[in-house]
């Protein structure tokens, strides 16, 4: 027989078999608003300028393809770092965070959860938002650490539930691990504020939890990449020490080139060495070394002024396109079409997504009656909309839900 007769059959992606149906659909109206990944106002994947002209920069120089070292670009780790944690920050200051290059969001994830479980001395335990990223569970538990939740999300309000969120944190055993996403919460779109995210933070220290940051949409809520970081740069100016995991896959639409950095912050230049030594050793056996061509291009584009200000210029277009589209649609229900509900969480969620409150019937009979296509718990990506099918869309939400 055969080795593997007895593997079963595992479930389809939720996300990717989204594409597939969107793919064999034939009506010209489909529309796909199941991936996170951006789309211009004609519908396509667009490539930023900046990294078009730093990709030219990069081929100009013709670079080898020798390997990079376990932990990436020096210069792209420590450009990624300031990014983050901006320059006045103190362990950047002091030589004390330790950063390393990633595979894309996902690797940094999976690389701190593995760094976790095995140096992080206290808990095994990180607790994630719910709802969360559908990935982070399987990261997480792969990496060797336990998964629970805390209560983040209302359906009521389709708002924050921050006092789910705070009764939670607080009801956690001192030292457990937290899971924040730093903007643009992925599904719900639904961000704390700033003054819950210092709450938030007291609620850290008081506890002793363990706060590691996902940042996968730095600039994208907001249009600023340094307002982005405000709950991060808030949390280590209070003195938390913490785990963050960045990604320039839709910040800088790098996709598919995985792009990404994994820090963490330490007392010291010599404490951050022996961190450094240990993610080494996490790192070798996994992958041995990160991708090159990616962290070349985000390198060049965070080190040259001229490319950098573009940059935040295309940062800031797509965040505005999307900001625009949430006004758009909330317009077109509300005021244009009377369409029965409340729908302003539309306008105030944050970032790529949006939860539209849509129950998983409605979902299904989108797709199948009006041929548009987002994930069962009611999410779109906001990108997928464009002038072009944005009153198609309003008119089919309408009809679902009458
Ligand atoms: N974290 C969150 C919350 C995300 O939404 C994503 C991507 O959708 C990622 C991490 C990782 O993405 P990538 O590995 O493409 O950088």
């Given at each position: 027989?055969?080795?593997?007769?007895?593997?079963?059959?595992?479930?389809?992606?939720?996300?990717?078999?989204?594409?597939?149906?969107?793919?064999?659909?034939?009506?010209?109206?489909?529309?796909?608003?199941?991936?996170?990944?951006?789309?211009?106002?004609?519908?396509?994947?667009?490539?930023?300028?900046?990294?078009?002209?730093?990709?030219?920069?990069?081929?100009?120089?013709?670079?080898?393809?020798?390997?990079?070292?376990?932990?990436?670009?020096?210069?792209?780790?420590?450009?990624?770092?300031?990014?983050?944690?901006?320059?006045?920050?103190?362990?950047?200051?002091?030589?004390?965070?330790?950063?390393?290059?990633?595979?894309?969001?996902?690797?940094?994830?999976?690389?701190?959860?593995?760094f976790l479980a095995r140096h992080y001395p206290h808990s095994k335990t990180i607790y994630l938002p719910v709802p969360s990223w559908g990935n982070h569970t399987p990261v997480f538990r792969d990496s060797g650490l336990e998964v629970r939740g805390y209560r983040y999300y209302d359906k009521n309000t389709i708002g924050l539930d921050f006092e789910g969120l705070k009764a939670d944190l607080?009801?956690?055993?001192?030292?457990?691990?937290?899971?924040?996403?730093?903007?643009?919460?992925?599904?719900?779109?639904?961000?704390?504020?700033?003054?819950?995210?210092?709450?938030?933070?007291?609620?850290?220290?008081?506890?002793?939890?363990?706060?590691?940051?996902?940042?996968?949409?730095?600039?994208?809520?907001?249009?600023?990449?340094?307002?982005?970081?405000?709950?991060?740069?808030?949390?280590?100016?209070?003195?938390?020490?913490?785990?963050?995991?960045?990604?320039?896959?839709?910040?800088?639409?790098?996709?598919?080139?995985?792009?990404?950095?994994?820090?963490?912050?330490?007392?010291?230049?010599?404490?951050?060495?022996?961190?450094?030594?240990?993610?080494?050793?996490?790192?070798?056996?996994?992958?041995?070394?990160?991708?090159?061509?990616?962290?070349?291009?985000?390198?060049?584009?965070?080190?040259?002024?001229?490319?950098?200000?573009?940059?935040?210029?295309?940062?800031?277009?797509?965040?505005?396109?999307?900001?625009?589209l949430r006004d758009e649609v909330y317009n077109h229900l509300t005021h244009d079409l009377k369409t029965p509900g409340e729908w302003s969480h539309i306008k105030k969620q944050i970032g790529m997504f949006s939860f539209t409150g849509l129950k998983p019937e409605q979902t299904r009979a989108l797709a199948e009656k009006a041929h548009i296509y987002m994930t069962t718990d009611g999410r779109?990506?906001?990108?997928?909309?464009?002038?072009?099918?944005?009153?198609?869309?309003?008119?089919?939400?309408?009809?679902?839900?009458?």
């Amino acid at each position: 027989a055969s080795a593997w007769a007895a593997v079963p059959a595992g479930p389809p992606d939720p996300i990717l078999g989204i594409s597939e149906a969107f793919k064999a659909d034939k009506d010209p109206r489909k529309i796909n608003l199941g991936v996170g990944a951006y789309r211009d106002e004609h519908g396509k994947p667009y490539i930023l300028g900046s990294v078009k002209k730093a990709e030219e920069l990069v081929n100009s120089t013709n670079p080898d393809k020798e390997y990079l070292p376990i932990t990436g670009l020096p210069e792209f780790t420590r450009n990624a770092a300031l990014l983050a944690y901006g320059e006045d920050s103190a362990p950047l200051k002091n030589g004390a965070v330790a950063v390393t290059q990633s595979i894309s969001g996902t690797g940094a994830l999976r690389i701190g959860g593995a760094f976790l479980a095995r140096h992080y001395p206290h808990s095994k335990t990180i607790y994630l938002p719910v709802p969360s990223w559908g990935n982070h569970t399987p990261v997480f538990r792969d990496s060797g650490l336990e998964v629970r939740g805390y209560r983040y999300y209302d359906k009521n309000t389709i708002g924050l539930d921050f006092e789910g969120l705070k009764a939670d944190l607080r009801a956690a055993p001192e030292h457990s691990i937290i899971l924040l996403h730093a903007c643009a919460h992925n599904p719900t779109g639904v961000d704390p504020t700033l003054e819950q995210w210092a709450e938030i933070s007291d609620i850290v220290k008081e506890r002793k939890l363990f706060p590691f940051f996902d940042m996968a949409y730095q600039g994208f809520a907001s249009g600023s990449t340094s307002r982005d970081a405000a709950a991060v740069r808030h949390f280590v100016a209070e003195g938390h020490q913490i785990a963050l995991a960045q990604s320039f896959a839709k910040n800088m639409g790098l996709y598919g080139e995985r792009v990404g950095a994994f820090s963490i912050t330490t007392k010291d230049a010599e404490e951050k060495a022996r961190v450094d030594s240990q993610l080494k050793i996490v790192i070798r056996p996994m992958y041995s070394n990160p991708p090159l061509h990616g962290a070349r291009i985000a390198n060049t584009i965070l080190s040259a002024p001229s490319l950098y200000a573009q940059w935040e210029g295309e940062v800031k277009g797509m965040a505005d396109r999307i900001i625009n589209l949430r006004d758009e649609v909330y317009n077109h229900l509300t005021h244009d079409l009377k369409t029965p509900g409340e729908w302003s969480h539309i306008k105030k969620q944050i970032g790529m997504f949006s939860f539209t409150g849509l129950k998983p019937e409605q979902t299904r009979a989108l797709a199948e009656k009006a041929h548009i296509y987002m994930t069962t718990d009611g999410r779109i990506s906001m990108a997928g909309l464009n002038s072009g099918n944005i009153g198609y869309f309003a008119e089919s939400i309408d009809a679902a839900v009458r």
